[in-house]
Each structure stands twice: as C-alpha cells, then as structure tokens.
C-alpha cells in the first residue's frame, strides 16, 4: 500500500495505490491521517488506484473523514473502480463520503 | 497433495479431492497467505466475484483472529473452498468464541455505525456479498490436540 499527498491549491489531493486491507491499512493508516487532519484543509482522495476495500479501509476513510469534520473541513473520494465501487454502495459510505467520478468533481463536492 | 508453506499465517495447504483445505494461524498474516492459495488454487475469476470472495475472506477470518481468538494462543481456522455450479463455497471452523453472523445487528447505515467496533462494518460486507450464508454451532468435545471447531460458517460466491 502506497501513499503519496500533493496540493491543489487550497485542496488537498491523496493519492492511495494497492490494497485497503488490514495490511494495508496498518501500513498507512496514521500518514494518512497526519497527512489531513492536522493542515483541516479540504482533501480529495485519488482511489483509482485501490484494487482492494475491506471494513479496516472503509474504518480509516471514516475516522479520518470525522476527524477532519470537527476542524471545518470535507473529504471527497473519487475513480473508485467496479470492485471497490461496489463495496462502497454495499455499506453505503457515501452516506459520509462523497463519491465522485473525477478529481474536478470531487474538488467541486469538497469546496460546495 | 501440496506442501506446507513456511509463512507465519499458515499451517498447511492441501488440495484433497478437489477442495483446497487451509488452517490458518492465529494471526493476521493468515488473511493474506491464505489469500494468495485461494487465488492460486481458484484461477482466474471475474473481477466482482473475486473480489467479493476476498471481501468475505479477510472479514470473517480477520473478525475470528480480532474478537473470536485470545491474542497468542495456538488456536486456528480451518477453511475448505470448492467450486460449485456457478459458484465458490468457503467453509470456515474455528474454535474461537461462538458467533453467528446471520444473528449479528447489521446498521441500516453507516452514519448509525460505531467505526470503533470492527464488526459494524464487515458483517454488512459478509450479510450482502454473499450469496448464501450459514452458520452452524457445534459442540466442541474430546481432548488433546486435535482439532474440535465450535463455529462453522459457509458462505457462498455466484460466480
């Protein structure tokens, strides 16, 4: 599992790559959160390069979406593929995160 | 008959009349090395069933090693996978705490789930990406070392 975080602008993007398993989200999990919570700056997250989502990654993504809630801030994920596309519609994540289609769109739901 | 790999998650790995049959360890190194022999046993799938299938497997071995096992112990998951008509059946047995999946409170949505409590989420995942889910509570006995599962669960892919 591999991160790495730029910024656009005001927005700041993340871009995840490999797998969201319990692995893989020991090995991120607390630059992923460092690398959000604390700047409280609106965040897209670049899931097109994510081939696998199980409950420790969809855990991650919330707690640090409600992290960065209580500092004024929104995450929006976006290029989820079919697999993990589907993982997210089954639990219905997008209740807390919105999902978009491409990084102008996701840009556009966190600055909305 | 396969060997038995030297990786910390698994015990052994056989494939006895047509069925891969895994026992893992008390670790979480069990998800991802019993992962790699279902994949290589398994072959190539269609990318929704294969990965629906991985879904299933990492939560419900993670969730026995997490909250069905005590940290450290010897204790281990058996899991059997065979190809059906039109679909893949994973029986897992453990010895761990009893639990039953079907049972389980399932949230009508992630906003009312705890993200502190690891089952809020996967048994959703396990509840509805599978296509069919069993549970069967079994009466551990005898003595020594073999192995007496208290929980078995079966779960089925379409594939």
């Keep these: ?112 | 008959m396969e060997e038995c790999r030297d990786h910390t998650g698994l015990r052994s790995a056989e494939i006895v009349d047509g069925k891969l049959k895994l026992v893992l360890n008390n670790t979480l190194a069990a998800v991802e090395d019993g992962r790699i022999e279902i994949v290589r046993f398994l072959g190539t799938l269609d990318d929704m069933a294969q990965n629906r299938l991985e879904v299933l497997f990492e939560e419900l071995v993670t969730n026995t090693i997490r909250h069905g096992f005590s940290t450290n112990s010897d204790q281990s998951i058996h899991v059997q996978v065979e190809r059906g008509a039109g679909a893949i059946k994973l029986t897992f047995e453990d010895d761990g705490i009893a639990f039953n999946p079907t049972l389980a409170n399932v949230p009508m949505s992630l906003a009312s789930a705890d993200p502190s409590r690891l089952g809020g989420m996967g048994i959703p995942l396990i509840v509805k990406l599978s296509s069919s889910l069993r549970y069967e509570n079994l009466s551990p006995g005898g003595d020594g070392d073999e192995f007496h599962p208290r929980n078995r669960t079966i779960v089925s892919v379409a594939t």
Excluded: C, W
């Excluded at chain 1, 993340?14 to 398993?21: F, K, P, S, Y």
């Excluded at chain 1, 991650?60 to 593929?81: C, N």
């Excluded at chain 1, 596309?85 to 102008?104: N, Q």
């Design chain 1, 1 to 112: 599992m591999e991160m790495q975080h730029s910024d656009l602008g005001n927005v700041r993007k993340i871009v995840l790559t490999g797998r969201l398993d319990t692995a893989g989200v020991d090995l991120i999990e607390t630059r992923f959160g460092a690398s959000i919570v604390p700047a409280g700056r609106n965040t897209v997250v670049d899931i097109s390069h994510v081939t696998f989502l199980a409950s420790m990654g969809i855990r991650m993504l919330i707690a640090t979406t409600r992290s960065l809630s209580r500092k004024g801030g929104k995450i929006a994920l976006y290029g989820a593929t079919p697999a993990v596309r589907e993982v997210i519609d089954t639990v219905a994540l997008t209740d807390i995160i919105p999902l978009a289609d491409s990084e102008d769109e996701a840009i556009g739901l966190v600055a909305g």
